[in-house]
């Protein structure tokens, strides 16, 4: 293969769930598109590294000129609440039921079985400071009376989870806050992402 081709495949098989042979496919598409076309990818993926940032508080990608995401700016989300999830899928499912209307923050990723080396790349310790202490990244008037661990119901979730439980277990002096998990109920092995509504409404409401 030529080379410039194997450089372009060996970046999108960088991105998550995408193997080599769709990286190859991706590649293969690219060269039969018009020059525009291209240019117009080129142009999105410059935009969004420039225009989209983090919010400072949740983690959750938003565009516009202030620190907080639109959720954590506004005033009416119940201000007892936080939901620690894996991924901004995750947020985006939880938002379409419209039962949740607590806070949330994004681990960005779970514990993989497989990886130690993954662990030190979830936001364990940012978690730690912001359920903490709220006020200080900008959620002012808040403080959370419960903390609802919401991973996956995958072998790699429930570890995250105990992982996530043991971090918040550690604030000293020990906080106010009391820590649940979503119901069972949810298919086990599935992802919050792919879970319909009403499945996940009630992993909500059954919280313990
Ligand atoms: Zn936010």
Known sequence: ????????????????????????????????????????????????????????????????????????????????????????????????????????????GNVSSMKISDVGSLRIQELKERAQNPQKFGLTMVNFSEIIIATNPTQEGKATSILIEKALKEISPSPAFKITRLAQGLPVGGELEYADEETLESAFEGRK
């Open 1 to 108: 293969m030529p080379d410039s081709i194997k450089r372009l495949a060996d970046l999108f098989a960088k991105f998550p769930t995408i193997g080599s042979r769709t990286a190859n496919r991706f590649v293969f598409y690219l060269i039969k598109q018009p020059k525009e076309k291209v240019d117009e990818l080129l142009r999105a993926i410059e935009e969004v590294k420039k225009n989209i940032k983090l919010c400072q508080f949740c983690f959750n990608p938003h565009e516009s000129e202030y620190l907080l995401c639109n959720i954590c700016k506004n005033p009416s989300r119940n201000k007892q609440l936080l939901c620690v999830i894996e991924k901004e899928a995750d947020l985006l499912s939880i938002e379409d039921t419209k039962r949740y209307n607590g806070f949330y923050f994004i681990l960005g």
